[in-house]
């Protein structure tokens, strides 16, 4: 069964403090790993998609890595804004375009 | 940019009710999808649609089912509402049907859904 899991549940960090979000996954053929975010009571946004292992892509303060067991979304200085929870979601090489979800990362960033 | 908008944003409806979530997309996209979001368990696929009247069960299909009448229109339908199905919708779509493709899905903003 096709697995993600993200960790850490929940990261506060302060106002400049870079940090790495991590998303292990198991899966029969990756297609394409996922990230989004979202904010409270909103639904997620689109971030990044990541296709084979050692690829890498950035936006703003944000860069996802990949490997083959994992990816990292790391976050290079960090602002009060980029609090939401950050989810990562996996395409497998079996079944229709089906995503599968991990639970997120609740990231607080104080100022 | 793609938009992908959904009929309420909030809803409160009885136990036994019949509920229609209706999503609209504006980008000719030929997939949509319908998830429920709830704490600790993460987005789960309801059912998924990759062309019109064409549908296929996701993950947790029990107690609803859907609707594609139109390529830009996507509605799920809880035939008899209960306390259980109260949660986070959620609709999203992405482009291109074939199986092999693996395109974003972009989301919709989610209609919270009360059953008492």
Redesign the interface.
């Given at each position: 069964e096709d697995q993600v899991t993200q960790s850490p549940e929940a990261l506060r960090l302060q106002e400049g403090e870079s940090s790495s979000l991590n998303c292990s996954y198991t899966v029969s053929g990756l297609?394409?790993l996922?990230w989004?975010r979202q904010d409270p009571?909103?639904?997620?946004?689109?971030l990044f998609?990541l296709?084979s292992a050692g690829e890498e892509k950035e936006k703003e303060r944000l860069k996802a890595t990949l490997t083959k067991k994992e990816s990292f979304l790391h976050i290079t200085a960090p602002k009060p804004e980029d609090s939401a929870t950050y989810?990562c979601?996996v395409?497998a090489g079996t079944g229709?375009?089906?995503?599968v979800?991990?639970?997120?990362t609740r990231l607080l960033v104080s100022p | 940019d793609v938009k992908v908008t959904q009929s309420s944003r909030y809803l409160v409806k009885r136990t036994g009710e019949k509920v229609f979530l209706e999503c609209v997309q504006d980008m000719d996209h030929e997939n949509m999808f319908w998830y429920r979001q709830d704490p600790g368990l993460g987005l789960r696929l309801i059912y998924f649609s990759y062309d019109v009247k064409m549908k296929e069960k996701g993950d947790i299909p029990e107690g609803y089912s859907v609707s594609r009448e139109k390529k830009e229109r996507f509605s799920l339908i809880l035939e008899s509402a209960s306390t259980n199905q109260t949660s986070m919708y959620l609709c999203a779509s992405s482009l291109v049907g074939a199986p092999s493709s693996y395109n974003e899905q972009f989301f919709g903003p989610g209609t919270r859904l009360t059953v008492l």
């Open positions: 297609r394409g996922f989004y009571g909103k639904g997620p946004e689109f998609t296709y989810l979601a395409q229709f375009q089906k995503l979800f991990g639970t997120g | -």
